[in-house]
């Protein structure tokens, strides 16, 4: 079947202008996580959504950054007034129920803030 | 400091040398350790996974924990250009949390 598959692949945009990435988890996962990967650095968690739950924000960096999940599928994260410093790989991982199950991860999104 | 550290390389062996990657981390509430593969533009893809101390053999990967020196190793055996690639350690301390992952290591195997 398919895998976690984000979208766009690649983002250019100006500072200060809102971004938003997508994210489409793999069927009947319930668990779905947002990363950040900057050059050279680990994957840093910004957020964690699993099944009807209020979602752990705990990693989100500002208040520039939400993200929310309809229907218990797709996400979407957002970045308003992006700064220079937002430049980075953003991926999303999905798992069956949020446990020690292997987190799928998807291509990410490279976005690139001039 | 931060919590999982682990050396940037790059590190450049031949073909069919063994290899050897570690992390080091500083909370001992970390119980579950992973170690992700992810090639260049590709997302990360879990390799092997151990729980507490102890030793894990998948094919040519051996892992390994030493929860006592807060130290973890990925060895790769007989290693091939294709596992050149960027290697994370991730851990965690209750399943089900996010993982902590190292900054990642880059191998380059040379045919």
């Known amino acids: 079947g398919a895998g976690v598959s984000q979208s766009p692949s690649n983002k250019v945009t100006e500072k200060g202008k809102d971004v938003e990435l997508r994210c489409d988890p793999i069927s009947g996962h319930t668990a779905l996580y947002w990363y950040r990967q900057s050059l050279g650095q680990g994957l840093e968690f910004l957020i964690y959504f699993q099944g009807n739950s209020a979602p752990d924000k705990s990693g989100l960096p500002s208040d520039r950054f939400s993200a929310e999940r309809t229907g218990g599928s797709v996400s979407t994260l957002t970045i308003q007034r992006t700064q220079q410093e937002d430049s980075a790989v953003y991926l999303c991982?999905?798992?069956?129920?949020?446990?020690?199950?292997?987190?799928?991860f998807g291509p990410g999104t490279r976005l690139l803030v001039l | 400091q931060k919590e999982v550290e682990q050396d940037p390389g790059p590190l450049s062996v031949p073909e069919g040398a063994i290899v050897s990657l570690n992390c080091t981390y500083s909370n001992s509430a970390f119980q579950y350790f992973m170690w992700y593969r992810q090639y260049s533009r590709k997302g990360p893809e879990l390799l092997m996974y151990t729980y507490s101390s102890g030793n894990k053999e998948d094919g040519r990967f051996t892992a390994q924990v030493d929860k006592s020196s807060k130290y973890i190793s990925l060895f790769i055996r007989d290693s091939q250009p294709s596992d050149s690639a960027t290697y994370l350690c991730a851990m965690e301390a209750n399943a089900g949390n996010m993982l902590t992952f190292g900054g990642g290591t880059r191998l380059m195997v040379k045919p």
């Open positions: 991982a999905s798992t069956v129920a949020g446990g020690l199950e292997t987190q799928y």
